[in-house]
């Protein structure tokens, strides 16, 4: 069974630091865009970074390139997000989520062509 589960989430003041981990079984990650998606409340889901099958290719969103950096780790079937310089604007549930294997990615990609996803994990950036 394809399970993808977020960890890491937290309460973090703004210019701190945390790393997202999505943990996957069930699949392998070379078959598939890994992409990370967050979701304030009364907002549409966004796309925030993605990673290609290949693990060649990766891609932000501009309202965090610079300060997220998206990477995986085959041989522990996980794909991290460190998220650094946060900002209050970055509060949100953030989720992890698989579509078939690409040779690149955007994260711009609607959300609703990915088909597995995460329960998410809750990051507030407050003072």
């Known amino acids: 069974q394809l399970q993808l589960v977020e960890s890491g989430g937290g309460l973090v003041q703004p210019g701190g630091s945390l790393r997202l981990s999505c943990t996957t079984s069930?699949?392998?990650?070379?078959?598939?865009?890994i992409g990370w998606f967050r979701q304030a409340p009364g907002k549409e889901r966004e796309g925030v970074s993605c990673?290609?099958?290949?693990?060649?290719?990766?891609n932000y969103a501009d309202s965090v390139k610079g300060r997220f950096t998206i990477s995986r780790d085959s041989a522990k079937n996980t794909v991290y997000l460190q998220m650094n310089s946060l900002k209050p604007e970055d509060t949100a549930v953030y989720y992890c989520?698989?579509?078939?294997?690409?040779?690149?990615?955007?994260?711009?990609?609607?959300?609703?062509?990915?088909?597995?996803w995460g329960q998410g994990t809750q990051v507030t950036v407050s003072s």
């Open positions: 989520a698989a579509k078939p294997r690409d040779y690149y990615c955007s994260a711009y990609v609607s959300y609703k062509l990915y088909d597995y």
């Open positions: 069930g699949l392998i990650l070379d078959y598939y865009v």
């Open positions: 990673i290609s099958s290949s693990g060649g290719s990766t």
